[in-house]
């Protein structure tokens, strides 16, 4: 039988702004399978977005959903998870929302592990405008703004969450629709800051340029790049070149979550 | 019984006058010469369950207190120019999408880092047109700390009633200053708390208009799913572009403050019954006005004050009266000349209209308002 999406999806609200061929569908369907496993009750869950085309998917669900201001998700997401810290707060967007123009709270967001899960769809380039380089678009490729070839280097932003305090960071593709879900239950089941980088695919904007003559072929590549971190650990420095890990990077369950944290200092100044 | 009183600074009594409203959540970022009031919180919130959260800059930090907001929780924010100028995006969403908030502008001089110590008076327009973008405002300016402690109260009301967000600002001399306050025992302040939504969690629509200029807020965490966005939006709160809905919306974010003037007016007069000249002044500087207008009362000079207490929306039928009444109104306000061209626009060329500002760092004196009023008469 097929798997009821419907019930996640608000009425009227389909069909979606995204482009044929655009992973975003693939990510947000990961996502509904991962909130129907973990149960999450859409009324206690708040879906917390910036600007450009991933931040578009929270309106198409059916929750407590925020669409804010370009790059702002964090920042909002921390504001509602302070205030009701029994909400479950899961963040959704672009590379080049999360990492360039939401950086900062991108990191202190890590930094502080407070217990959300963020669903970063990193497809290399920022859609909306019409495809201008991110600080995730390959050095050397194509952007409408880089007519000459990137000559920026490249935010891995996996390690970026784990610099910055992330104690969850996962990484998968668009090409590994059932991974996706997976990694997003155990972001969500887990207590803190849980990263998880989907790899997505641009045909229109990304690929059109640099190459790509079709779907498929931005598929097989993501395919081709990406290496499960279990089978990289069996594989030299020249096997890895330029290929990208998968699954679970960086997992730790010891730091404390903030709102936890932030529970102690209300108890201290309670005197208790 | 007697009241509690106390010798607070005007940052501090901000502080309680928050906490008197039933604010709940603090975000901000520290900056010169706000920062006590974030100090005053992070102490207090906590013993209340409440949540203080320093974030990692401006913008975050009005991002913050949106999202508190949105689950139900009165919030906060306290900064000064250069923060303001960086929250300014979203206060506009914060307009859009009727999210009830205060902002304490402690004021400072500029532009960019200006004089961080020194106090000023030129955020006055951009409490105003700071946002990108056609919306309303609410700015209220106290001129002592017991006035900001209930300035802050109705700041709050005021975001809650109307559903947006709400400026306070006051100058640096006011913040930093210190006088006597009454705390006001609990009930003696009218104290608003957002409207329930009124229908169950199927038919409710955050932006439905049929239920008046201001439709109620429901709360994140509770029985009620919906969208919020700074896009253009129906009723529905769903982006749109259809024309009539995107007028429509706009248009009534605007009227719920322009239709409710008698609400949110505030201001006081000092012997301005028969007053050749008024002087026109708020925060620190009407203290200084009101010093020049019994000292040139002295010297038989008919001087009055008008002290807008809510700023925007700008006290325009009261300014345009006493155009007609008095020879000259004078704009003392240590700026160089910001609300005197709303002075000028309202008075309709019926008085003379001058200004007297300055921008070094030291307050407008009595000496050098008695001076303008010399000359103007």
Same mark, same amino acid.
């Given at each position: 039988?097929?798997?009821? &999406?419907?019930?996640?999806?608000?009425?009227?609200?389909?069909?979606?702004?995204?482009?044929?061929?655009?992973?975003?569908?693939?990510?947000?369907?990961?996502?509904?399978?991962?909130?129907?496993?973990?149960?999450?009750?859409?009324?206690?869950?708040?879906?917390?977005?910036?600007?450009?085309?991933?931040?578009? #998917?929270?309106?198409?669900?059916?929750?407590?959903?925020?669409?804010?201001?370009?790059?702002?998700?964090?920042?909002?997401?921390?504001?509602?998870?302070?205030? !009701?810290?029994?909400?479950?707060? @899961?963040?959704? +967007?672009?590379?080049?929302?999360?990492?360039?123009?939401?950086?900062?709270?991108?990191?202190?967001?890590?930094?502080?592990?407070?217990?959300?899960?963020?669903?970063?769809?990193?497809?290399?380039?920022? =859609?909306?405008?019409?495809?201008?380089?991110?600080?995730?678009?390959?050095?050397?490729?194509?952007?409408?703004?880089?007519?000459?070839?990137?000559?920026?280097?490249?935010?891995?932003?996996? !390690?970026?969450?784990?610099?910055?305090?992330?104690?969850?960071?996962?990484?998968?593709?668009?090409?590994?629709?059932? $991974?996706?879900?997976?990694?997003?239950?155990? +972001? @969500?089941?887990?207590?803190?800051?849980?990263?998880?980088?989907?790899?997505?695919?641009?045909?229109?904007?990304?690929?059109?340029?640099? !190459?790509?003559?079709?779907?498929?072929?931005?598929?097989?590549? #993501?395919?081709?790049?990406?290496?499960?971190?279990?089978?990289?650990?069996?594989?030299?420095?020249? /096997? %890895?070149?330029?290929?990208?890990?998968?699954?679970?990077?960086?997992?730790?369950?010891?730091?404390?979550?903030?709102?936890?944290?932030?529970?102690?200092?209300?108890?201290?100044?309670?005197?208790? | 019984?007697?009241?509690?009183?106390?010798?607070?600074?005007?940052?501090?009594?901000?502080?309680?006058?928050?906490?008197?409203?039933?604010?709940?959540?603090?975000?901000?970022?520290?900056?010169?010469?706000?920062?006590?009031?974030?100090?005053?919180?992070?102490?207090?919130?906590?013993?209340?369950?409440?949540?203080?959260? /320093?974030?990692?800059?401006?913008?975050?930090?009005?991002?913050?207190?949106?999202?508190?907001?949105?689950?139900?929780?009165?919030?906060?924010?306290?900064?000064?120019?250069?923060?303001?100028?960086?929250?300014?995006?979203?206060?506009?969403?914060?307009?859009?999408?009727?999210?009830?908030?205060?902002?304490?502008?402690?004021?400072? +001089?500029?532009?960019?880092?200006?004089?961080?110590?020194?106090? =000023?008076?030129?955020?006055?327009?951009?409490?105003? *047109?700071?946002?990108?973008?056609?919306?309303?405002?609410?700015?209220?300016?106290?001129?002592?700390?017991?006035?900001?402690?209930?300035?802050?109260?109705?700041?709050?009301?005021?975001? $809650?009633?109307?559903?947006?967000?709400?400026?306070? #600002? &006051?100058?640096?001399?006011?913040?930093?200053?210190?006088?006597?306050?009454?705390?006001?025992?609990?009930?003696?302040?009218?104290?608003?708390?957002?409207?329930?939504?009124?229908?169950?969690?199927?038919?409710?629509?955050?932006?439905?208009?049929?239920?008046?200029?201001?439709?109620?807020?429901?709360?994140?965490?509770?029985?009620?799913?919906?969208?919020?966005?700074? #896009?253009?939006?129906?009723?529905?709160?769903?982006?749109?572009?259809?024309?009539?809905?995107?007028?429509?919306?706009?248009?009534?974010?605007?009227?719920?403050?322009?239709?409710?003037?008698?609400?949110?007016?505030?201001?006081?007069?000092?012997?301005?019954?028969?007053?050749?000249?008024?002087?026109?002044?708020?925060?620190?500087?009407?203290?200084?006005?009101?010093?020049?207008?019994?000292? %040139?009362?002295?010297?038989?000079?008919?001087?009055? %004050?008008?002290?807008?207490?809510?700023? *925007?929306?700008?006290? $325009?039928?009261?300014?345009?009266?006493?155009?007609?009444?008095?020879?000259?109104?004078?704009?003392?306000?240590?700026?160089?000349?910001?609300?005197?061209?709303?002075?000028?626009?309202?008075?309709?060329?019926?008085?003379?209209?001058?200004?007297?500002?300055?921008?070094?760092?030291?307050? %407008?004196?009595?000496?050098?308002?008695?001076?303008?009023?010399?000359?103007?008469?």
């Amino acid at each position: 039988m097929a798997y009821d &999406y419907e019930k996640s999806i608000r009425p009227g609200k389909l069909p979606h702004i995204w482009c044929p061929g655009c992973g975003h569908g693939i990510v947000m369907k990961g996502l509904i399978r991962a909130m129907d496993t973990c149960e999450l009750d859409r009324k206690n869950t708040a879906i917390v977005s910036g600007i450009g085309c991933a931040s578009r #998917l929270p309106g198409y669900l059916d929750a407590c959903t925020l669409h804010t201001a370009h790059g702002r998700a964090a920042a909002f997401a921390t504001g509602v998870k302070m205030a !009701k810290p029994e909400m479950n707060v @899961i963040c959704c +967007g672009g590379d080049g929302d999360g990492t360039a123009i939401g950086g900062n709270h991108f990191i202190h967001a890590c930094r502080r592990n407070i217990d959300m899960t963020y669903v970063l769809m990193n497809n290399y380039i920022y =859609g909306m405008t019409g495809g201008q380089f991110s600080p995730c678009t390959p050095t050397g490729d194509l952007a409408s703004t880089t007519p000459y070839g990137n000559p920026d280097p490249i935010f891995d932003i996996s !390690k970026l969450a784990i610099g910055a305090g992330a104690t969850f960071v996962a990484r998968t593709t668009a090409a590994h629709p059932r $991974e996706i879900d997976k990694l997003i239950v155990k +972001g @969500i089941q887990h207590k803190g800051m849980a990263i998880i980088e989907v790899i997505d695919d641009c045909p229109t904007t990304y690929g059109r340029r640099n !190459k790509f003559r079709s779907v498929i072929d931005m598929m097989k590549r #993501l395919k081709a790049e990406a290496v499960p971190i279990k089978a990289a650990a069996k594989m030299t420095a020249e /096997q %890895l070149e330029g290929k990208f890990l998968t699954g679970v990077l960086f997992e730790d369950t010891e730091k404390p979550e903030y709102t936890a944290q932030y529970a102690n200092v209300i108890k201290k100044a309670q005197g208790a | 019984m007697a009241k509690k009183v106390a010798l607070l600074q005007g940052n501090e009594a901000c502080a309680q006058g928050a906490l008197y409203a039933g604010c709940t959540f603090f975000g901000g970022y520290p900056i010169t010469p706000s920062t006590e009031v974030a100090e005053v919180l992070s102490v207090e919130l906590p013993k209340i369950g409440g949540k203080f959260i /320093q974030m990692e800059d401006e913008i975050a930090a009005m991002a913050s207190v949106i999202g508190a907001s949105l689950t139900g929780a009165k919030a906060i924010t306290a900064t000064s120019g250069p923060g303001v100028s960086l929250k300014q995006e979203l206060i506009g969403y914060a307009c859009i999408a009727e999210v009830p908030c205060v902002i304490i502008n402690v004021m400072r +001089g500029g532009p960019s880092t200006g004089m961080p110590t020194g106090p =000023g008076q030129s955020d006055v327009m951009q409490a105003m *047109w700071g946002t990108h973008g056609d919306h309303a405002a609410i700015a209220l300016v106290p001129d002592s700390c017991q006035e900001i402690f209930s300035e802050t109260v109705r700041a709050f009301n005021l975001a $809650e009633k109307y559903r947006m967000p709400v400026q306070v #600002l &006051y100058d640096e001399i006011v913040g930093h200053m210190r006088e006597r306050i009454e705390f006001p025992e609990p009930g003696e302040l009218e104290v608003f708390d957002r409207e329930a939504p009124g229908v169950g969690p199927e038919d409710y629509k955050p932006y439905d208009s049929t239920k008046g200029q201001v439709p109620p807020l429901a709360a994140f965490g509770s029985e009620y799913k919906y969208h919020v966005t700074g #896009l253009n939006k129906a009723d529905d709160g769903f982006p749109t572009t259809k024309a009539s809905l995107v007028d429509a919306e706009e248009r009534r974010q605007i009227d719920k403050v322009l239709d409710n003037i008698a609400d949110i007016e505030s201001y006081e007069e000092y012997l301005t019954e028969d007053a050749d000249v008024v002087i026109w002044a708020y925060g620190s500087t009407s203290r200084s006005a009101r010093y020049a207008v019994n000292e %040139l009362r002295k010297e038989g000079i008919k001087a009055g %004050l008008f002290r807008p207490i809510t700023l *925007w929306p700008f006290p $325009e039928k009261r300014t345009a009266e006493l155009a007609k009444q008095a020879k000259a109104i004078v704009v003392a306000e240590m700026n160089l000349g910001q609300m005197v061209l709303e002075v000028e626009r309202v008075a309709k060329g019926n008085c003379v209209v001058v200004h007297e500002g300055r921008v070094d760092g030291d307050p %407008l004196n009595p000496g050098q308002i008695m001076t303008k009023v010399k000359e103007v008469l």
